[in-house]
């Protein structure tokens, strides 16, 4: 019963670290919308390119994507060592370790 306890606590505690680093405070002032766009355009006379075609948004969507992907692997990772009591060298946290750091290695 204790050892249930102390992984419960400790994967609250990963979940609520990770979900404060993960969280953006960055507001925006200005209006992204594609209606806005399209007026702007329709004044301006130029073909407006959509918000998700473009470079930048893919990149945006590839970090997005990795990320997440890292907070779940993180959390699996810390889950699963909790689990094999802290053995390093269990095979199940080698490979959730490992996967992490594929996950790390592509994201950076």
């Known amino acids: 019963m204790n050892t249930k306890i102390k992984t419960i606590t400790v994967s609250v505690a990963a979940a609520a670290m990770l979900t404060a680093g993960c969280t953006s ?3 925006s002032s200005t209006s992204n919308s594609p ?3 399209a007026a702007t355009s329709a004044t301006t006379g130029t073909a407006a390119t959509a ?15 990795l990320l997440s992907d890292h907070v ?8 699963t060592a909790v689990l094999k009591g802290g053995n390093l060298k269990d095979p199940a946290v080698v ?7 594929a996950n790390s290695v592509a994201l950076s």
């Open 25 to 27: 405070s960055k507001t």
């Open 35 to 37: 209606a806005g766009a």
């Open 51 to 65: 918000p998700d075609a473009t470079a930048a948004a893919d990149l945006r969507a590839t970090l997005t994507a």
């Open 72 to 79: 779940w692997l993180a959390g699996n990772a810390l889950q």
């Open 95 to 101: 490979g959730a370790v490992s996967a992490l750091d």
